[in-house]
């Protein structure tokens, strides 16, 4: 079955950067386009960047564009994001997620001073 294995959370002050991976397996990885989702405290989950099979398209949420890099290492099973410049609002768990509706436990990260 679909495993997603987050990690690379954590605390961070504002203007900060953290690299959250996944560790993909029970699927053909390398033919599954993938995203990352979020979500904070008492809000609903929100989309925050996806990235096609071969890597070579990406697609952000306009909170994060320019700040935020997914990408991925299909020879690994693996899919990061890069966050950099963090703010307080970017505060929230974010899972690894394989369309439509796989997830995994998620990995929480906070900005705060």
């Known amino acids: 079955q679909v495993q997603l294995v987050e990690s690379g959370g954590g605390l961070v002050q504002p203007g900060g950067s953290l690299r959250l991976s996944c560790a993909a397996s029970?699927?053909?990885?390398?033919?599954?386009?993938m995203s990352w989702v979020r979500q904070a405290p008492g809000k609903g989950l929100e989309w925050v960047s996806n990235?096609?099979?071969?890597?070579?398209?990406?697609g952000y949420a306009d909170s994060v564009k320019g700040r935020f890099t997914i990408s991925r290492d299909n020879a690994k099973n693996m899919l990061y994001l890069q966050m950099n410049s963090l703010k307080p609002e970017d505060t929230a768990v974010y899972y690894c997620?394989?369309?439509?509706?796989?997830r995994g436990q998620g990995t929480q990260v906070t900005v705060s001073s």
């Open positions: 029970g699927f053909r990885f390398s033919s599954s386009a």
């Open positions: 990235i096609n099979s071969g890597g070579g398209s990406t």
């Open positions: 997620s394989k369309p439509p509706s796989d």
